[in-house]
């Protein structure tokens, strides 16, 4: 009997060693300062050792289709882009306010057009993702434009600076660190997402397979950005230059940037996630209305069941 004992533990042992171990989270990001959080939890170690892979994209369009066909599991994005895929049947949820945005994305302009107005005639470079699409319609409601009034080409944000350098463009709407580098090269900048406040919203989502299975995963994905975070506000001159490495970007410059966003902590989170109606909902609600308006949404989505809370904390997500 304590032969057959031993043998069967022997075998539990081997059969535990020989389980597969869980596949990291892979967590698709762009260019955008924020984003910079994952990288820089990432660099510190503050993820469990193989639970995140970082995939980096080159614009929306890229990362929807990825998130869309399933290669990624978590993309940092925008709030538009979740409508968008939650009004195709993409199902998934937003678990996590990375920040929204106070200026980071803007209309650039070249010298001479002196005002939105001015962009009557001109040719705008747009990248073709609904985040494009929206502050598009909003600065020619400011401007009190028709699309038709303008010339819109397409461009991709990694197409953006070399359209403008080489006068295929007159304006550019785009978001930091291309902002930055246009305003190098001489841009004016007529108009910024401060003019539309919390309509512009970046947002972590998770497909909901990932969130019915892998809970603790995404909570420690959360809490290891919340951490980036708290390093970033406490040693910020430590925290810089790692977040600017990605971007080609000086610490200082960097800085700069970051300042067209406000970031949001989990506290923060918890007082837009939470409540019925949230913070977020009623956002997201604003923002699908105008999105039905344009036509860029067929439908409504029902933003409350979008929004899940429960990985926010350190508590267990029972």
Known sequence: M?????LLCGLVITLGSCSAPEPPLRVGLLLWPPY?????????????????RILEYQSPIQLSRAFRSGQVDVALTTSHISLSL??????????YVVDHSQGGD???????????????????????SPLGMYILGRLLDRADLDRSDISVMPLDIPQQRSAYVNGRVDAVLTYEPVRSRL???????????QEIPHEIIDVVIARKAVVDARP?????????????????????????????????MDARDFRLALEGAHLLDMEE????????????????????EYMQAMGMLSGPVDVQSLVDARFLGRGSTE
């Open 36 to 52: 910079e959080l994952t990288v820089l939890a990432q660099h510190e170690g503050w993820y469990p050792e193989g639970s995140v």
């Open 216 to 248: 603790e995963r995404l909570r420690a994905l959360l809490n290891g950005m919340d951490r980036a975070l708290s390093y970033l506000r406490e040693d910020p001159d430590s925290a810089l230059p790692l977040m600017a490495s990605r971007a080609l």
């Open 183 to 193: 305003r190098a090269e001489g841009a004016r900048e007529l108009f910024n997402s």
């Open 106 to 128: 803007a209309l650039m302009a070249r010298p001479g057009v002196e005002s939105l107005e001015g962009l009557a005639g001109r040719t705008v470079g747009v990248e073709p």
């Open 2 to 6: 304590d032969r057959l004992r031993i």
């Open 86 to 95: 939650a009004q195709d049947g993409i199902d998934h949820r937003i678990i």
């Open 269 to 288: 989170n918890a007082q837009w996630l939470r409540g019925d109606p949230s913070q977020l909902t009623d956002a997201l609600g604003v923002q699908m």
